[in-house]
């Protein structure tokens, strides 16, 4: 049998196909599951239910990537909102699953990344940004507004382009399309 085992998850049943014949309270889990966390470990542990094995037998970890919001702006939630979840991810998991490990971050990722966005926005062309940011920000709003038969101008794009020429960042870009589209999280 492999030591692990990769497969998208959408269910329960799926959790059951997943680690059928598994003892789980004899493995270590890690869920690396983006920002599917909550939903991800209520599925384990609805499967783990139906065996009859109690919340504390249970043992493992997941990638808690809520937080990453506020530092690197890739969130399906704004920063406040994936804050929370965050939070509540661990003081669940601290008052039920105390064998189950709930910050498990990507520390690497924090590190580079505030020490790249730290560098870029001392070295590059403020006014320079700020325009694109404004002339993108202008463009997103104007997209937003846009219907699917009325789209093809590519004015998103071209603004988009320029921000990113301009030196601007992911999650600052990412930022703005949140804000004129209304992100929310995925479904």
């Given at each position: 049998m492999p030591s692990s085992r990769t497969m998208a998850v959408y269910s329960v049943r799926d959790m059951e196909r997943l680690f059928n014949g598994l003892d789980l309270r004899k493995i270590n889990v890690v869920h690396i599951t983006y920002?599917?966390?909550?939903?991800?470990?209520?599925?384990?542990?609805?499967?783990?239910?139906?065996?009859?094995?109690?919340?504390?037998?249970?043992?493992?970890?997941?990638?808690?990537?809520?937080?990453?919001?506020?530092?690197?702006?890739?969130?399906?939630?704004?920063?406040?909102?994936?804050?929370?979840?965050?939070?509540?991810?661990?003081s669940f998991c601290t008052k039920n699953m105390p064998r189950w490990n709930t910050t498990n971050f990507f520390c690497y990722g924090i590190e580079e990344a505030i020490e790249r966005v730290r560098e870029l926005r001392a070295t590059r062309d403020s006014a320079r940004f700020e325009r694109a940011m404004n002339d993108f920000e202008v463009a997103a709003k104007s997209f937003a507004k846009q219907k699917v038969s009325e789209l093809?101008?590519?004015?998103?794009?071209?603004?988009?382009?320029?921000?990113?020429?301009?030196?601007?960042?992911?999650?600052?870009?990412?930022?703005?399309?949140?804000?004129?589209?209304?992100?929310?999280p995925p479904h």
């Open positions: 920002y599917q966390v909550i939903p991800a470990l209520a599925q384990y542990i609805a499967y783990a239910e139906r065996l009859g094995i109690q919340l504390g037998e249970l043992r493992g970890n997941l990638m808690n990537w809520y937080h990453q919001s506020a530092y690197v702006g890739m969130s399906a939630f704004p920063p406040d909102q994936a804050l929370k979840l965050a939070v509540e991810l661990v093809g101008d590519d004015n998103l794009m071209l603004a988009a382009i320029e921000a990113a020429r301009a030196d601007a960042t992911t999650g600052e870009m990412m930022g703005v399309l949140k804000s004129a589209l209304t992100w929310g």
